[in-house]
Structures are given as C-alpha cells and as structure tokens.
C-alpha cells in the first residue's frame, strides 16, 4: 500500500514495520509522549538526583515539575520534528525502515564525536584508529539498530524481543556507568526513547492508552510552562543534579533552549585599584620577582606527576622512597592545583596565569616564559608519555615550540632512563633545562605487582602505580642527588591535580578528575631542592600552588620576570622568607577530553578577541553538562563557589582537609569576608587579561 493511500491511524496496528502501519499524527503524539514517560520514569528511578537534593535544600516539588518540564519538552521538541520527516519522505519514498536507518546514521553521526571525548579512550595509543573506527561504526550500528527493529523482513516476535532488550540494557548503561559524559547519555537516552516507543507500537491506536498518552502531555506542557520561563533556579538544580533531562540538554541541539548559562567567571574591564589592593601588592608590589638578581644555579629540572593526590603522596607507606629522599630539599605536602586537569595546569606552572587569564587571551602564544630563559641552558633534556594527549601541543605549547625535539617514553621507568643517559652525557660546564611527565597514575590503571594483585579494585590499581612511580623516580633521585651538578640544580617535583577515589562530593560518589575543586583534585604535592632552598624540612602550613614554579625558576636563575606579562604566583624563595597569605585558586570548567584539548591549543592562535571569550564562555559553561567552578583557599579557610548554582560552600581545611563540614551558614562573617576576596581575585583577573590586550596590540 502507497503512503498515500493510509487513512488516518484509527485502525489496529501491528507492528511498525508493516507496511499497512500509520498511527497518523493522534496515534504518532501519543506514542512520542510515552516514550517520553519512559524518560521520566528512568530520572526518578536515579536516586542521586534526590539525594543530592539534601545537600542543596532545595524544594522538591518545584524541581520535580523542572524534570517533568526539561524532560519531555527536549524529547517531544526533538522527536516530533523527526516524525514529521519520515512521514514527508514516505511520500516519496514508500520504504520506512531505510528512511529510518538512514536519520539513525545521521543521528550516530553526533553521538560517535561524544565517544572520543573521553579521556581514557583519547590516551590510547591507537586512538587515531579507534576514532575512525568510531565515525564509521557508531552510525552504522544505529542504522542497523534501528533497520532492525522497523523492518517486516524480521518476525515482529524477534524484533519485539529484541527491541526490549536493547531497552532494559540501554536503560541499566544510562543509569549506571560514565554517567559524567552527558552528551553521550543524552544521545544514549534518545535513541533508547526512540526504541521504546517502537516497543509500544501496537498499543498507540488504543483509545485509553491515547487518553492517557494525552494527559501526561497536558501535565509536561503545565509544567514546562510554570517552569521553564520562570523557575531559575529549579532550572539550575535538574541542570547540575539531574541526569536524564541533563543528558539531554547536553546532548541535543535543543538543548540550549532550556539550559541555563552560569555566572561569568570575570569580567575584563578597568577595575578601581582599591578594588585590587590586597591581592595586586601580593602578586606586583611586595615582590622583587621584576628585578634582575645573582643567579643561585644553572640547572633546572621538572618533574610533573600525573594524577597524584597530596594525602596519597604524603602517606611514607605508600611512598617509601619519596620518604627518604626529600630530606634533601623542602616539602609542601599540600599545596594547590590550580586547574584540575592537565592542560591548564601546565599553563599555570609555566606562563604564571590562572587557566581563566590563559583561555580567554592568545598572549601567551608569542610571550613564552620560557623563551625568554631558553638561553640559560646549553641543553634541553625532555621526555613525555607516549600517548596521544601529549602528542597534542595543548600540554607542551606552554613552554616549548612546537618544533621542539621531545622523547617519548613508554612507561616512567623509560623516561627516567633517558634522563639519566642524557644527563650522564654533559660536560661538566654545561648547563641544562630537564623536564618529564609521569604518566602511570592516570586511569585506567594498571595493578602493579608487588602492591597489588592481577583483578585489584581501582582504589588498589591506583595506590599501586602511585608506588610504582615512587619507586622508579626513587632510584632516579637517589642517582641525581650523589652528581656533582645536584648542588648547581633547581629541583621541582609536582603533580598535575589529585585524583577522586569515590569519596562523596555534593551527594555523589566521585572518581577521576575535572569537574569539581575540592580538596580530592585540588590539594597536590610540591616539593623543591637547590641551591638556597631549606633541606629537610616537610612544612605543611607552607602555602605553594603550581602558579609558583616559573617564578621560582626565574628567581633561581636570577632573571627578571617580564612586569608587562602580568605573571601571578610567586618564588618559592620569597615565599619561604616572607610567608604571605594570598589566594590559591582552583578553577573547573565544563568541558573535557578532545574538545578541551583543542580549545586550549587553538587559543594561542586567536585573533578576534571578542570571539574568542565569546567561545570560552560557551565552551566553558556548555562542554559536559558539569557546574563550572572556582575553589579560593586564603590561609586556613577555602571556599568553593559554584557558577551554575551559584550557591558557595566554606571550608577550614586546616581542621576539615577532607571538606566535610560546611561553615557558610555557620560563620556567616567569615563567609562574607571569603566571598569578598573571591570577588577581588576575579575583579584582578579583569584587570589583568585587559593590560595584557595591551601587550597584543
């Protein structure tokens, strides 16, 4: 039968790969609002979504009317758009299960650019070929999906059986497993709608079942119209605690018609210097990191590793080694990331700018600190992962050019080895600039016999790379601190960020990084040896963040750092000698893997200013559907503020490390003086990122 000649769907229906099957539009309706009840039946099955509830003490009603409203609004305005053109091309094409396959390919299309965005699969080595393989296999397998499931040339009792597993299983994935990757789910949780109202086909003709269907619509409609244009704030919650209609908001080109924009980290206009005093003398006035001094030493070497937690790396247990050789040199067991992923953090060690300053200003791409003291060394002595993140310049671009010759090792052991050869090979005169990365730590882990066995948990596998590392970077250490030129070298050993181990976060368990600035991800070691540096001294009261290693370095080496830079952080030698307290900042912006990767490596090369924030501002508020967020520690006391809810959280790590016992309501005084200084640090980062415009021009 020609699509032309189907009546309106008031008929009994079978199956949708029938050729006789058209619901017409009542039945189409129907059918679409109950997979969109499918939805919403999966989101108040998530208990996290409630439970994080508790922590924001906020209504539930309310938020219960922002899912209904979020959820099926972004469904119905996606699928029915969808309905409407394979219903337009049957017209000219009687073949329903191609027209579908084909519109799932296209839809398999976007969903596969979410699948390479994660980081575990980016670090493979085969990545480039594992992304292919993604481009041509996530569409394909929505198309045969979908084929499958609406052709009549499969027994309907096949495919129904078929279909309903693909639900159940669907629905388990969504709910369960890398829920953080929201654009992934969004797709994952259409698709799955999509199927399921296939599943309830046969039901749509039914007059009861289209009742029915009708009066959950009327209800999302009710809500949506409460809540979408008014509800604020009920917006913000399903946007942050939610995960189905969050998802879906991430995931689906609608999206941004309900999804909320948060705060504006800062805004780059001329400030009052009353409005910058405090933190302007620390970082400007009080230091004389802009004048040229006696150098203390002619070597530097850098040590970054990867995924280390302070509190881990602090326990002699675990890293027995580093428990011996740090008598050598002065050991601040916590301080600060200042970005908790590894791109920006290599931005804050080496250009000396917060990770908002560096993304929202090309600058930094022709002023290199380190260009302007590449002549101090006679050698560079490089070595990085062997993966494909640091194959991406976002990492190194920091401080070297792209051209720059780089070792690649495979494992810390490798790299370590190279050194030493390299090292082994200089003239006594020569002076040199040292740098590798430790990668081992990052996820997914491996056990690492003795510490733990083939099949260990992931908190296991974790603690065993750490020792891994502590035992091979011991045997390197021991090695370089019995040469002649470890009296003539400036030694720095830090971590990229911390790692979450599970630990309970705003109601939820957390693993990994990114996405959030407690302690977990945001306390590291640091530690320095050298020339002038105290030996033997572990000072955990000492307050470093990783804007402070290109400050030491100059000061070691005795150069003046560049004043119109405007370069933040501070020598670990001034900082040791006059104690300052001043912010120590952690930022986390919405946006991860790939798209992370090349937003930082593309910002060097931006022109248009006014664009450029325009896209850190999208970028950073809309990447994976995760509340962006700044953490302000000033002495004891830190505060977290997040930009989506905006709502803050008070901590005083020095009593609570663990940030368990949130003090804003209760010292309401300290608060307000916390939110204060967090309001001066984001006036100072305007001001700065302005005067560097200046340098551009």
């Known amino acids: 039968m020609q699509a032309s000649e189907r009546t309106g769907g008031e008929q009994p229906i079978e199956d949708p790969g029938s050729e006789c099957a058209d619901p017409g539009w009542k039945g189409a309706v129907s059918g679409l609002v109950v997979a969109g009840a499918f939805l919403l039946v999966l989101e108040l099955s998530f208990g996290g979504a409630f439970a994080s509830l508790e922590v924001m003490e906020f209504a539930a009603v309310s938020y219960l009317a922002a899912v209904v409203a979020m959820t099926m609004g972004l469904w ?10 394979i219903r337009l091309v049957e017209k000219v094409w009687d073949r329903r299960e191609y027209i579908v396959a084909i519109l799932a390919a296209v839809f398999g299309l976007s969903w596969q650019q979410t699948v390479v965005q994660g980081d575990g699969i980016g670090a493979h080595p085969l990545f480039p070929y594992i992304r292919v393989g993604f ?6 397998c929505c198309a045969v999906v979908a084929w499958v499931f609406v052709t009549p040339k499969i027994p309907r009792q096949i495919r129904m059986v078929a279909a309903g597993v693909f639900v159940v299983v669907a629905a388990v994935f969504n709910m369960t497993v890398l829920v953080d990757y929201q654009p992934f789910h ?14 309830t086909y046969s039901l749509w003709t039914h007059p009861m079942f289209q009742r029915a269907a009708v009066a959950v619509g009327v209800i999302a409609a009710v809500a949506a119209a409460l809540v979408v244009p008014k509800q604020y704030e009920a917006r913000t919650h399903v946007q942050s605690f939610a995960h189905v209609p969050a998802s879906l908001s991430a ?7 309900v999804r909320v924009e948060p705060d504006r980290i800062f805004d780059v206009e001329r400030a009052a210097y009353q409005d910058l005093a405090e933190y302007w003398d620390v970082f400007y006035e009080q230091d004389d990191k802009f004048e040229a001094a006696e150098p203390k030493g002619h070597n530097v070497m850098v040590v970054v590793l990867e995924s280390v937690r302070a509190d881990y790396w602090d326990d002699p247990e675990l890293t027995p080694q580093f428990h011996d050789w740090k008598s050598e040199g002065l050991y601040a067991p916590y301080s600060v990331a200042n970005y908790p992923a590894t791109p920006l953090a290599y931005g804050a060690m080496f250009a000396a700018q917060p990770p908002s300053v560096l993304a929202q200003t090309p600058y930094w791409g022709e002023n290199r600190l380190f260009d302007k003291i590449r002549g101090e060394f006679d050698e560079l002595i490089l070595s990085r992962p062997d993966i494909s993140w640091f194959e991406h310049t976002a990492i190194t671009d920091f401080f070297l050019p792209r051209d720059e010759s780089v070792n690649a090792h495979e494992e810390a052991p490798d790299g370590l080895a190279y050194k030493r050869e390299r090292l082994e090979e200089l003239d006594e005169e020569e002076s040199f600039f040292s ?11 491996e056990a690492r016999e003795p510490w733990a066995e083939e099949g260990a948990d992931d908190h296991e596998a974790y603690r065993s790379e750490i020792a891994f590392v502590d035992k091979h970077l011991g045997e390197f250490m021991h090695w370089f601190f019995d040469q002649p030129f470890a009296d003539d070298t400036l030694l720095v050993v830090v971590s990229d960020h911390g790692q979450g181990m599970g630990e309970e976060i705003l109601g939820e368990s957390f693993w990994g990084h990114h996405v959030h600035v407690h302690n977990v991800v945001s306390s590291i070691p640091m530690f320095f ?5 105290p030996d033997d001294q572990r000072d955990a009261s000492f307050q470093t963040m990783q804007m402070d290693v290109m400050p030491s370095i100059y000061d070691f080496l005795g150069e003046p750092m560049p004043r119109r830079l405007k370069p933040q952080g501070n020598s670990v030698y001034w900082l040791h000698e006059n104690r300052p307290v001043r912010p120590l900042t952690t930022e986390a912006f919405s946006i991860r893997g790939h798209q992370f990767f090349e937003f930082v490596a593309g910002t060097q090369q931006g022109d248009d200013l006014e664009e450029l924030r325009r896209e850190f501002h999208r970028i950073s508020t809309d990447g994976h559907g995760y509340s962006p967020k700044i953490g302000l520690q000033h002495g004891e006391h830190k505060l977290i503020y997040d930009r989506l809810l905006n709502t803050y959280w008070l901590y005083d790590v020095g009593e609570d490390p663990q940030e368990q016992y949130d003090l804003y309501h209760e010292e309401p005084q ?3 003086m916390m939110v204060e200084r967090l309001q001066q640090w ?6 700065v990122v302005r005067r560097l415009d200046e340098v551009m021009k």
């Open 670 to 672: 300290k608060a307000e």
């Open 186 to 199: 969004g797709h994952l949780a259409a698709y799955n709608a999509a199927v399921f109202a296939g599943l």
């Open 529 to 533: 040896a050298g020339p002038g540096i």
């Open 251 to 257: 995931g689906l080109p609608g999206g941004a018609l």
């Open 682 to 687: 984001k006036t100072l980062q305007g001001e």
């Open 135 to 140: 481009l041509i296999g996530v569409p394909l």
């Open 76 to 85: 119905l305005a996606h699928a029915l758009p969808v309905w409407g053109v």
């Open 435 to 445: 740098w590798i990365h430790l990668y081992e730590p990052h996820d997914p882990y």
